[in-house]
């Protein structure tokens, strides 16, 4: 863990002067300001600051196309060997240099590029982190390696299931959720979110844009519905079903996920994935495709591609993407496969999306405490962050329906395997977690049905003034 401090504090004053009490208007003053797009008090250095990380993270000139949604979101291909993932020595010293021109920003004190330069230096020499680029001739070689090794080292991919149900011996039939995106990036390329200077300075700052996290002063509360089993696992999958749920305030999300992870305290290690409905985060009100990771117990982690930890191998599957098909209430199903596993020879922790591997977290990330050989804990299921004060918001989880509803109304999760180390993909052994049982809930299933196998449902509307308070 990098002893550079990378946090804080990221609201501006007009922000911080907007929420003085505990009263609900003041909290959605705040509220409305943690919103806003456009720039909060920000000086045209630490403009140029992040205009430089950007350009550090997707080099202008190794963008070959760029890809829309539905929503004006964009994504750059970037050349394989040119992501961010083997931009770490330059991404890490544009990152310190924002950060340092945040920090002396919010004081008032104007600080020379020539104190930043040192200052950056210092932090990195002080550094235990790894923040070196890689030249282009090793990185392709080290895609060509991982691309080799995902086809031939997980040789069931091929025989997966569609992520189509025929319904036989299931609760009924679901369709496969559709990206909504322009397009694929050409062959040689890899899709990259393109963020802007603006983003960036309407969320308060480059620490705040990639860790968005509401201010300490929030009334705040992580609750789950979960599935989990302890054991000795080398990955897990399962089919996700999608939906596009209410989340009352911006500074709240809903998602639904796959978790494996090992440790304790410091040393909880994870690699996360699944879709997520977080408008801090991404600028959208649409649930969007992540993976996530942290080596420290969320001291430090990232999404996507912010930081460099990721590397990205699909051309096909872009992350923070969103859905043109969602779940409804008494309708149509969807549902997608989200697969991780861990390979044997260079502990590198895999992603598969419906059957596309998009990347992967490389094993020198982990250590022996944590995943470097396997993890011990894989868990399924949902999380909200409810920040509502003494009463709690209406946000959904899932649907909104709790996991009584079944079929069709509340969110589920079918298919779930564990993969052990030797490696075979056994049916998981479930120990259901609803840690707020009055406001969302999980329940685990089991069927003969190919497709459906163990399964949960889980989900909750929030606040109820008979449970949920």
Known sequence: MSTFDYRFLFIASSVMSACTSWEPEAIEAADFELSQTESISTSPQQVEYYEAWLEARTPSDHVRATLLDSEGFSWNCVDVEHQPAFRRGTIARARMAASIIDEETATGRTVSESEISVRVEEALTLSSGVYEDIDADAARAAIEAALMESDSAEPDLEGTDSGLDTGENGPGSDQRGDMDISGICPEGTVPIEAWSADQIAARGGLEAFLNPEPPSWYWNDHEYGTARDIGTFSGGKANINVWNPYVERTTEFSLAQIWLSRGTGDDLQ???????????????????????????????????????????????????????????????????????????????????????????????????????????????????????????????????????????????????????TDPVYLDFEVDVISTEPGCYDAADHYSTGENWEVYMYFGGEGYNPSYCL
């Open 270 to 420: 994870t690699v996360e994935a699944g879709w997520q409905d977080y408008f801090l985060r991404t600028f959208s009100a649409k649930p969007r495709l992540f993976v996530f990771s942290t080596s420290d117990n969320y001291d430090t982690g990232c999404y996507n591609n912010n930081c460099g930890d990721w590397v990205q191998t699909s051309s096909t599957v872009s992350l923070n993407m969103t859905w043109s098909n969602f779940s409804t209430q008494g309708g149509a199903q969807y549902s997608n496969e989200y697969r991780y596993w861990r390979s044997d020879s260079t502990g590198n922790w895999y992603f598969v999306y419906d059957g596309e591997t998009v990347g992967y977290y490389p094993g020198s990330l982990f250590d022996s405490a944590g995943l470097s050989n396997h993890a011990s804990r894989l868990t399924f299921g949902g999380e909200i962050v409810n920040f509502g004060g003494f009463t709690h918001t209406k946000t959904d989880m899932g649907s909104g329906a709790d996991a009584s509803g079944g079929w069709t109304y509340s969110t589920y999760i079918r298919d779930m395997h564990s993969r052990t």
